[in-house]
């Protein structure tokens, strides 16, 4: 192969690396800004938010609600027996 190509072909593969390298790390800086801000935001959307017991429909903050995962969702409930009575007794994936 001619030598001139040989270092055009080399210029041209640092070029791109260089670019590819900025934009992963561009990504990598968007993506982490993204994630604290959903978190955030989830943090705050957590704090004063009133969820309905779906056994005694009572409202409850969502901080102090009993939680239940199931099913791909999340339940909230007043107490520990209303989330029994959700289960039918039951042991559910409570964490
Ligand atoms: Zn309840």
Do not use: H
Not at 47 to 63: A, H, N, R, T, Y
Request: proline content about 3%; hydrophobic content about 35%.
């Amino acid at each position: 192969m001619n030598p001139l190509r040989l270092l055009l072909l080399a210029a041209l593969a640092y070029v791109v690396w260089r670019l590819l390298r900025r934009q992963l790390r561009d990504r990598i800086q968007t993506e982490l800004l993204q994630q604290q801000r959903n978190e955030q935001e989830q943090q705050e959307a957590t704090e004063d938010v009133l969820v309905e017991d779906p056994v005694c429909g009572i409202l409850i903050p969502k901080q102090q609600a009993v939680r239940l995962r199931q099913d791909g969702g999340t339940y909230y409930f007043c107490s520990e027996s209303c989330c029994d009575a959700f289960t039918g007794g039951r042991k559910g994936q409570d964490e």
